[in-house]
């Protein structure tokens, strides 16, 4: 089997991050140039600049039910939080002096609930924000877990959330607010 190389241009410096949506069949990727760019993967090709900042793009998620794109920038005190549409409108943007590190999608079915953009911050705790006008939801946070989060994610069926630290350390938060606490290392 033959592989094969596809090149896709347009930031005009080092890519920071990128997302694949498997359901849209696109892939957004930001860059240090402050913009984000929506690919089609179907055509290997360029679509859209789908916002642009003036600082670097930090962070991306995909909405896996409407195809929403949530990006992140960083600026020295403050995190700049834009969703746009898979169309390239502009959804709402809100700006945050706790420092976001990490978000994601959560992915209900579209008509039985509202989805939800998680963000996790730097003193270790959890935002949710409606993902159609980016209004608070509510706050998670744990006495023992304040140091920033580097990565979150929902389970596939939107059971549980998992949210890793800077020191290691993964929280998983469950139906009902119940959680657990996953050290570095299991206990013998």
């Not at 592989?3 to 694949?20: A, D, E, F, R, V």
């Not at 730097?122 to 920033?148: A, M």
């Not at 119940?178 to 013998?188: D, G, L, Q, W």
């Amino acid at each position: 089997m033959k592989k094969s190389k596809n090149w896709l241009y347009g930031h005009y410096g080092p890519i920071t991050c990128i997302q694949i949506s498997k359901e849209f069949n696109i892939a957004v990727s930001g860059g240090e140039d402050g913009s984000c760019i929506l690919w089609d993967l179907n055509k290997m090709c360029y679509v859209r600049t789908v916002t642009e900042y003036l600082e670097k793009v930090i962070a991306l998620a995909i909405s896996p039910t409407l195809g929403d794109i949530a990006s992140l920038s960083k600026s020295d005190s403050i995190s700049l939080l834009r969703v746009n549409t898979i169309n390239g409108s502009l959804v709402g943007e809100l700006k945050s002096q706790d420092q976001i590190t990490a978000m994601c999608y959560s992915s209900a079915p579209e008509g039985i609930s509202i989805n939800s953009i998680v963000t996790g911050h730097s003193n270790g705790v959890i935002k949710f924000w409606c993902s159609w006008d980016l209004s608070p939801i509510r706050e998670l946070r744990d006495d023992k877990f304040t140091l920033p989060i580097k990565c979150i994610a929902f389970t596939y069926d939107n059971q549980q959330l998992y949210a890793a630290n800077s020191e290691g350390i993964i929280i998983v938060w469950g139906k009902g607010n119940s959680r657990k606490n996953i050290s570095k290392r299991p206990t013998e």
